[in-house]
């Protein structure tokens, strides 16, 4: 998977963002900074975001802490916040769960791009659990899971890349 470089040398700014980041992007924030972490990566930095303002300044839902917790994650920093066009220029890479998401965002673009377009399984919409039960917020942990590992994987190639290169 090509990346683009980073805006700043030495530096990688990872935005996710979601409809009300209170579900998934979270979940994938989350993920991904423990993703990063283990794999040496770990000043990588992760953000996330929703495109409404419904619950900015709120903790997750508590299904997707519920999820993370059973899963040996610590989901109790996260605080919700809204997406911010201007904020595109701080981030190297963001990555929208869904179709909606990213037409929002303005669309795909050497830095914008659908979460799971680095899915081993596919690409396609991270779903929204919101109104579903709770074993959807076990389904998007899974695809997040395995979808995380495969950005880190391109990450860590991007980083290591740029290491021989200099």
Known sequence: MNLPPPR????YSIAIVCLGNICR???????MRQ???AAGLGHMAVSSA??????VGGPMDQRSAQVLRASGYDPSGHRAQQWVPARAQDHDLVLAMDEQNLADLGGASERVRLFRDADPAGPGDVPDPYFGADDGFEEVLTMVERTADAWVGALAHLQAHRGASR
Do not use: C, K, Y
Request: charged fraction near 15%; charge should be negative; aromatic fraction near 4%.
């Open 35 to 37: 993703r990063l972490a």
């Open 25 to 31: 992007s979270p979940i994938a924030e989350v993920v």
């Open 8 to 11: 700043t040398p030495g530096a």
């Open 50 to 55: 929703g495109t409404g303002d419904w619950h």
